[in-house]
């Protein structure tokens, strides 16, 4: 009898054994609780445009449908302080969450931070803005050269066949999104030999303070010009600012990117001619679904863009741009 209560004891043991290895071979083969709520954080270059605030919108739209997603929102300040970037970055891979979107504001100084992240098991996908040499999720954003080179195109239109004398005001170094839209202005405009281009090398800086100090300084080097363009919300404002202190608002072409209230409204007062408005919410919205679905082992694809319009006053009551046009709702 007491044999035989052994080897039951015995058996008993080695079901429990083999219970707890089968748990084990499952967590090693990756397997998961689908119902686990995934932290996704969302990183963008500023915290102050709308654009940003529209991007915001569209993450938390797509972790709403999604049921099973945290977003975390953080970024820096200013749209120039790399160093902070880099440490949000850094924290959140310490952090461990599930994923990172990211929208990078240096193409080069972000490289290493999210070489760090995907090393480290934290899987990102880029939004509005590329990084240099570095494989990602995927990359999520505007055709910028595309979508510049369409501004680019508009102002040729707008000046017709006369000689004209074009400025392009640059955003800031180290910004992927913006030097490809400037590539595109530059190239649209060299199809056009009536005009010269008389500056492309000055640089906005990353607030509406330094882009309108830029602005002034040109306004006040070259005394007659036809047309300027800007490549981004900053940079159109405080172009358009400079232009309405000069009296030059309305009297030349101006086309500027990106839309919030402000240049919604020089639009429609004529102080700008043509918007190029790209869509945040459907970057911030496509963003955190392909991560998402990534992490989910679904196959997404490497490149998405989403698309630019030309906006004017003409077509701005359009109900698809006046979508576009509307201010995020935080």
């Not at 004209?164 to 030999?193: C, H, M, P, W």
């Not at 496509?286 to 030309?310: C, F, Q, S």
């Not at 906006?311 to 741009?321: D, H, L, R, S």
Request: proline share 3%.
């Amino acid at each position: 009898m007491k044999r035989i209560f052994l080897f039951s004891l015995a058996a008993i043991a080695l079901v429990g054994c083999g219970s707890s290895a089968e748990s084990g071979d499952s967590t090693a083969t990756g397997s998961s609780d689908t119902s686990k709520k995934l932290r996704i954080a969302v990183i963008p270059k500023g915290a102050t445009h709308e654009f940003w605030k529209s991007i915001h919108e569209g993450a938390d739209k797509a972790a709403a449908e999604l049921g099973n997603v945290e977003i975390i929102w953080k970024g820096p300040m200013k749209e120039d302080d790399r160093e902070d970037q880099i440490k949000v970055v850094e924290d959140f891979t310490t952090q461990k969450v599930d994923g990172i979107v990211l929208a990078p504001l240096d193409d080069t100084a972000l490289r290493i931070p999210v070489d760090e992240a995907q090393k480290s098991g934290i899987p990102v996908v880029i939004i509005d803005s590329g990084l240099k040499d570095i494989a990602t999720v995927s990359f999520v954003s505007t055709n910028n050269y595309e979508a510049g080179k369409r501004g680019g195109m508009h102002m040729v239109e707008m000046l017709g066949k006369e000689p004209k004398k074009v400025i392009v005001l640059r955003y800031q170094e180290g910004s992927a999104s913006t030097t490809e839209r400037e590539n595109g202005f530059l190239d649209a405009l060299k199809t056009a030999s009536n005009i010269t281009i008389v500056s492309s090398n000055q640089f906005a800086g990353s607030t509406v303070e330094t882009a309108q100090k830029a602005s002034e300084n040109l306004l006040a080097a070259f005394k007659q010009f036809d047309g300027v363009l800007c490549p981004n919300e900053s940079s159109t404002f405080g172009m358009m600012r400079a232009l309405q202190d000069a009296g030059l608002a309305g009297k030349v072409k101006f086309v500027g990117f990106d839309a919030s209230t402000k240049l919604i409204e020089g639009l429609t007062n004529g102080h700008i001619d043509a918007l190029m408005v790209q869509n945040p919410r459907k970057m911030g919205y496509l963003g955190v679904k392909t991560m998402a679905a990534h992490l989910k082992k679904e196959t997404v694809e490497k490149r998405i863009d989403t698309g630019a319009e030309v906006v004017t006053k003409a077509n701005m009551g359009e109900p698809t741009i006046a979508e576009l046009l509307s201010p995020p709702k935080g």
